[in-house]
């Protein structure tokens, strides 16, 4: 079973940046995909960036320009470093990863990661 851990998640003003990391234990092998998703109040959880094996990223337009995701195989650790935050952005952010051969566009990878394995979730509060 693989288990991920997300932190970095904390509290910033409008314009801040955080970055926040995912452990993933055993998966650097073969293909795979991995993804961060995030669930505001009251709203469905939604997918915010994912990234391949080979590196291929995708992102939700909302946050494209902002924010950027990476890895690092050698650690099993998956990124999302988010610039010019927005009040917009607080939600609990979660890790997904799923082996596989997956979807190139970002609305069917999304999908098909939902499927995948996932963290407890990290708090991301931005205000005014």
């Known amino acids: 079973q693989v288990q991920l851990q997300e932190s970095g998640g904390g509290s910033v003003q409008s314009g801040g940046s955080l970055r926040l990391s995912c452990t993933v234990s055993?998966?650097?092998?073969?293909?795979?995909?991995a993804g961060w998703f995030r669930e505001a109040p009251g709203k469905e959880r939604e997918g915010v960036a994912t990234?391949?094996?080979?590196?291929?990223?995708t992102y939700h337009g909302a946050v494209k320009g902002r924010f950027t995701i990476s890895q690092d195989n050698t650690k099993n650790d998956l990124y999302l470093q988010m610039d010019s935050l927005q009040v917009e952005d607080t939600a609990i952010y979660y890790c997904?990863?799923?082996?596989?051969?997956?979807?190139?566009?970002?609305?069917?990878?999304?999908?098909?990661?939902?499927?995948?394995?996932w963290g407890q979730g990290t708090q991301v509060t931005v205000s005014p």
């Open positions: 997904t990863v799923r082996r596989g051969s997956s979807p190139q566009s970002h609305r069917a990878r999304v999908a098909w990661l939902r499927n995948g394995n």
């Open positions: 055993a998966y650097t092998y073969g293909s795979f995909c």
């Open positions: 990234i391949d094996n080979t590196g291929k990223m």
